[in-house]
């Protein structure tokens, strides 16, 4: 298979895009720097700037989620987070677990249903981490309902069990393994509080990578994917 092909499918450029970043160097296989125009696909690694690139078409991104921007892809008043891609990456994604209007953070994207699913299914119980700011400090008891689970108004039964980090008097890591709609914000109110800011920082063992800015994506690498594999 010819490099530029490869690259191409992997990525979602064009072949003529493709060339151009094997001729700046960009790409390197099994190593080599300088790599030679065709692929003996068994066994070879293809990296672009160093992130290892997979076939076939599935594609893996993850994005930080700036606040005032949608998760669903289209929306009518807001700017989705396919409308932060370039136009020829946004073709058959959708993102892996929802997050509201005011909340940044993690965002997963991809065209693959199957590992999209182990990571939003309530019964693979994937934990979410999101770092939080409330209105008011946060008292003991509350930290000891957040870790027991609480009831939320449209269900009997109470939230999993939380890990809870307090950071300050009004700031904590939460990690929660549900995804109930609003779950972080009506877990708060249960307790007497409100969130002012939320923003989640990890999804399973893979973390918003701290370079990206808000607005920002990069491609996963095959190790990031393979954490839901
Ligand atoms: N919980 C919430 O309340 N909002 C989010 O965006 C994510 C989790």
């Not at 720097?33 to 076939?56: F, H, N, S």
């Not at 699913?117 to 003991?140: E, G």
């Not at 307090?166 to 549900?178: M, N, P, R």
Request: hydrophobic letters at 40%; a neutral charge; aromatic letters at 4%.
């Amino acid at each position: 298979m010819r490099l530029d092909y490869f690259i191409a499918h992997a990525t979602g450029l064009t072949r003529s895009q493709a060339k151009r970043l094997i001729a700046s160097g960009a790409v390197s296989v099994s190593g080599v720097a300088r790599p030679t125009a065709r692929l003996q696909l068994d066994g070879e690694q293809v990296q672009l700037d160093g992130t290892p690139l997979t076939l076939p078409g599935h594609r893996y991104l993850m994005l930080h989620k700036p606040h005032g921007v949608v998760c669903s892809t289209e929306d009518p008043g807001h700017r989705t987070v396919l409308d932060l891609l370039p136009g020829d990456q946004r073709r058959d994604l959708h993102s892996a677990g929802r997050l509201d209007l005011d909340t940044t953070g993690l965002v997963l994207l991809t065209t693959d249903g199957q590992w999209s699913h182990r990571i939003t299914s309530p019964n693979t119980h994937c934990p979410k981490r999101y770092r939080v700011t409330t209105a008011l400090p946060l008292t003991a008891a509350a930290v000891q309902q957040l870790r027991a689970g609480v009831l939320l108004h449209d269900s009997p039964t109470p939230t999993r069990p939380a890990e809870v980090e307090q950071l300050a008097d009004a700031e904590l890591l939460l990690t929660i393994s549900e995804g109930r709609y609003h779950q972080v914000k009506r877990m708060l109110a249960a307790t007497g509080n409100r969130v002012t800011a939320l923003h989640r920082e990890a999804i399973g063992a893979l973390s918003l990578d701290p370079s990206l800015e808000a607005g920002a994506w990069r491609f996963l690498s095959g190790s990031e994917v393979a954490l839901f594999a």
